[in-house]
């Protein structure tokens, strides 16, 4: 039995320091929806002890050295644009359902005026989601994935429209990253004051499977850099998590300035340990197939590979490569973790 928390495990990986296993995670939805009794898919997505609840009961099971909290949604988005679009909630939802931007005529940003989130709905929704995890698993590190300006833009524009942007109306794209860019910083500093352990921010669109190198360091970069000051300085401490194969940007990502970056399955994990010199605490990257069709022996090969190439040091966190399935098996779960705490010990490693 270890006398660490899953919490010690994540502080030591940030601290540079070892505890007695590598930390582990593997980063979930609402897939685990199914473990909270009496908890319906409409409730834990509007009421926060019900979100709450739901982790809770998943972290029962699952015990993750971190607990994960997405605090982005289309409702968000929408609500900060502001009030001049004119619409109702239902309209929102039922507009993101049908896939359709809310800039989908971008002559609509005109109307464009954030306010204050904290009177709105959704923000208040997610902080309160954190206070009582806060509160309520005291052993595993809060850790709440927000959005980066790029891929918030992309959400409000629509990715392909905004890559011919950048090209077509260059003035429009800085001024949309611009207000992105506030709305990014507004909800970090939120959910900085909330409690989280770890801000992540999300930023999938960012990613050279979506955008070239070259675009990523003008468009991105800086607005994603600016977030990361304004929220370091508040004491945050930092994670960049960008989908997709990133090996292109891994030195600007490093160079960006957060205490964290967590790769996915299609990215090299020894080019960012390579390349990161222990800078940044590495996470990831299992590749999240594997949790929904892989067998134990994969899955197990998958921790082991990863344990094997960047653990050494320390500065480390095993993890999916990314959010898994909403059709993951909870058997694959179990057993990951279970092997990866079980392997990844260190006094195991150094005798081997």
């Known amino acids: 039995m270890s006398n660490y928390s899953g919490k010690d495990h994540v502080a030591a990986a940030f601290a540079r320091e070892l505890t007695d296993r590598v930390p582990v995670r593997v980063w979930y939805g609402m897939m685990v929806g199914a473990l909270a009794a009496g908890v319906t898919a409409k409730q834990v997505r509007t009421e926060p002890q019900a979100y709450a609840q739901m982790t809770i009961k998943a972290q029962d099971v699952l015990h993750n050295d971190t607990v994960p909290v997405a605090a982005f949604d289309a409702v968000m988005y929408a609500e900060g644009a502001g009030d001049g679009l004119g619409l109702t909630l239902q309209e929102i939802i039922d507009q993101a359902r049908k896939g359709v931007s809310l800039l989908e005529d971008k002559a609509t940003f005109a109307k464009f005026k954030l306010p204050d989130l904290m009177q709105k709905v959704r923000l208040p929704y997610y902080v309160e989601i954190c206070k009582i995890l806060k509160s309520e698993i005291g052993d595993a590190a809060l850790d709440v994935v927000i959005t980066g300006p790029w891929t918030t833009a992309a959400e409000l524009r629509g990715a392909e429209k905004m890559i011919y942007d950048t090209a077509d109306d260059p003035g429009f794209v800085n001024e ?11 909800i970090g500093a939120a959910i900085v004051e909330a409690g989280a352990d770890i ?8 990613g050279t499977s979506v955008i070239s190198p070259a675009m990523f360091r003008k468009w991105s970069k800086p607005y994603l850099e600016e977030s990361i000051n304004y929220l370091k300085a508040k004491g945050a401490t930092l994670c960049l998590h960008v ?6 940007i891994m030195e600007d990502m490093v160079a960006i300035g957060v205490d964290a970056i967590s790769i996915d399955g299609p990215s090299s994990l020894k080019q960012m340990v390579d390349i990161s010199q222990g800078r940044v605490v590495t996470i990831g990257n299992a590749p999240t197939g594997l949790f929904v069709e892989g067998t134990k022996e994969q899955l197990e090969a998958a921790a082991r590979d990863c344990i094997n190439t960047a653990a050494a040091g320390g500065a480390y966190i095993l993890s999916s490569g990314c959010q ?5 098996s909870l058997e694959n779960v179990l057993h990951f973790l279970e092997y990866a705490r079980q392997y990844g010990r260190y006094d195991r490693l150094w005798a081997s």
């Not at 989908?243 to 292109?248: A, E, N, Y």
């Not at 898994?324 to 993951?328: G, Q, T, V, Y």
């Open 243 to 248: 989908c997709g194969k990133v090996d292109p």
């Open 176 to 186: 949309l990253m611009r207000h992105c860019t506030d709305y990014t910083k507004m």
């Open 324 to 328: 898994i399935p909403e059709n993951a």
């Open 199 to 206: 801000v992540t921010f999300g930023d999938p669109s960012s």
